[in-house]
C-alpha cells in the first residue's frame, strides 16, 4: 500500500513523526509532500531533522498568501503530485489550508481521502481552520478521530459509518520527546533567559483574531506583560510581522520576546514553565499532557476535555488574561483523553484494514 500524507504546517510535521515510523513498521510506502505553507525553518525544516522523520519525496514550496491565494496555489501544485504518483490513499493532518487543499485534491481525482484528527469542532466559523476542518471531514473517506468528543461531532454530523477512535498521534511524540529531555537539567529558555525552575510561562499568539487588528494586539502584548512573573512569548513570523508592520514593540513589563523553539526544546521549556499562554491548538494539548497550566487566548477551544479537567482557561485579553496566568495549578489528574501514546500504530492498522480495492 502507498499512503501520500501532506503537511505544511509546524502541528503537522509532529504529528507526521510517529505517523512515519509506524508505516515503516506496517510496511507501508509513504510518500511525504512538504506543501511550504511554513517556510519559516525553524517552523519547518528543523522538525524533519529533530523528529528523524524521512525526507519530504515533493516539496511545492507554496509559502504565505491570503487563504484563496494559498489554497488554491496547493491544489494546482497537489494535482501534478497525484497525477504522478497516484497513492492508495491520501492522508491530511488536521485543520491547515494544507489540509483542505490536499483533499479536495484527493477526492476530485478519486483517490480515498483519510483525515487524521477529525471530528473536532470550535463552533467557531470566523476561525478559518474550523472551516477546514469541517470541509475536510465531509469530503474524507475515513475519519480518524483523536478523542470521543470528536466521534460524537462526527455522528452528529451523520458521519459515524466513516469514523474510527484512533487516539491522539501527538500523544505519541510528545511522550517521546519528554522521554528523552527528562534527564537534562533546565532548558534553553531558562539557560539564556537566567530563569528558575518554574519561574515563567511560556506564550505562543499568532491567530488573525489576536494580531490582525493593532489594537486587539497591543491588548494582547499589554496583558502579558501585565503578569506577576516572566512571560517569554516564542515569536511566530507571522506575529513579527503583524508588530512590525504596526511599529508595536513586543517586549515589556514581564514580556521577552524570544525566537521559536526547535520542538525538543520547545518540549523541555513547557515541561519547567509554570504555565502556558497561548492561542494555538497544539499547545494547549500537549502542555496538557505535560501538565503545565494553560492559558487559552480564545473564546473557544476543540480540546476541551483540557477545560473540563481544569487546566486550560478560555479567556479575552485584559485583566481575564492576567487573573487567569498567575493562578493556582491546578488538581493533578490521571485522565488520559487523548490516548496511550500508540495512536500512529493504530492509524496504520485502520488503513491497512480499509484498502480501498478490499
Known amino acids: 500500500m502507498r499512503v501520500m500524507s501532506v503537511v505544511g504546517a509546524r502541528p503537522q510535521f509532529v504529528k507526521l513523526a510517529p505517523i512515519d515510523r509506524a508505516f515503516k513498521a506496517a510496511g507501508i510506502e509513504h510518500v511525504i509532500v512538504h506543501t511550504g505553507q511554513h517556510y519559516d525553518p525553524m517552523l519547518s525544516d528543523v522538525f524533519f531533522a529533530d523528529l528523524g522523520i524521512s525526507a519530504p519525496n515533493h516539496h511545492l514550496g507554496v509559502g504565505s498568501g491570503t487563504h484563496g491565494r494559498?489554497?488554491?496555489?496547493?491544489?494546482?501544485?497537489?494535482?501534478?503530485?497525484?497525477?504522478?504518483?497516484?497513492?492508495?490513499?491520501?492522508?491530511?493532518?488536521?485543520?491547515?489550508?494544507?489540509?483542505?487543499?490536499?483533499?479536495?485534491?484527493?477526492?476530485?481525482?478519486?483517490?480515498?481521502?483519510?483525515?487524521?484528527?477529525?471530528?473536532?469542532?470550535?463552533?467557531?466559523?470566523?476561525?478559518?481552520?474550523?472551516?477546514?476542518?469541517?470541509?475536510?471531514?465531509?469530503?474524507?473517506?475515513?475519519?480518524?478521530?483523536?478523542?470521543?468528543?470528536?466521534?460524537?461531532?462526527?455522528?452528529?454530523?451523520?458521519?459515524?459509518?466513516?469514523?474510527?477512535?484512533?487516539?491522539?498521534v501527538m500523544t505519541d511524540v510528545l511522550y517521546r520527546v519528554r522521554d528523552e529531555v527528562a534527564a537534562q537539567p533546565g532548558c534553553a529558555i531558562m539557560d539564556e533567559l537566567g530563569l528558575a525552575e518554574g519561574s515563567y510561562s511560556v506564550a505562543t499568539i499568532h491567530r488573525p483574531d489576536n494580531t490582525d487588528d493593532p489594537a486587539i494586539l497591543n491588548t494582547v502584548l499589554d496583558s502579558l506583560g501585565a503578569v506577576d512573573h516572566p512571560v517569554v512569548l516564542l515569536a511566530h513570523p507571522r506575529l513579527v510581522a503583524k508588530c512590525e508592520a504596526a511599529g508595536i514593540s513586543i517586549d515589556r513589563g514581564s514580556l521577552r520576546s524570544h525566537r521559536p523553539l526547535a520542538y525538543p526544546d520547545l518540549v523541555a521549556s513547557v515541561m519547567h514553565a509554570r504555565g502556558v499562554i497561548t492561542d494555538s491548538g497544539g499547545l494547549q494539548k500537549e502542555a496538557f499532557l505535560l501538565r503545565t497550566p494553560t492559558t487559552t487566548v480564545r473564546p473557544q477551544t476543540e480540546w476541551v476535555e483540557t477545560v473540563e479537567l481544569g487546566w486550560n482557561m478560555l479567556v479575552e485579553p485584559g485583566p481575564e488574561l492576567v487573573t487567569a496566568a498567575e493562578r493556582p495549578r491546578p488538581a493533578d489528574t490521571l485522565a488520559t483523553p487523548y490516548g496511550d501514546g500508540d495512536s500512529a500504530g493504530k492509524v496504520a492498522q485502520t488503513l491497512l484494514a480499509a484498502e480501498p480495492d478490499s
Do not use: C
Open 70 to 168: 494559498q489554497t488554491g496555489a496547493m491544489l494546482a501544485a497537489i494535482d501534478g503530485v497525484l497525477e504522478d504518483d497516484r497513492p492508495d490513499w491520501m492522508l491530511v493532518y488536521g485543520d491547515t489550508n494544507s489540509t483542505l487543499a490536499a483533499a479536495l485534491a484527493a477526492v476530485k481525482m478519486h483517490i480515498p481521502v483519510a483525515h487524521l484528527e477529525a471530528g473536532l469542532r470550535s463552533f467557531n466559523r470566523r476561525m478559518p481552520e474550523e472551516i477546514n476542518r469541517v470541509l475536510t471531514d465531509h469530503a474524507a473517506d475515513l475519519l480518524l478521530a483523536p478523542t470521543q468528543v470528536g466521534m460524537d461531532h462526527l455522528a452528529e454530523e451523520g458521519l459515524a459509518s466513516r469514523a474510527v477512535l484512533v487516539g491522539d
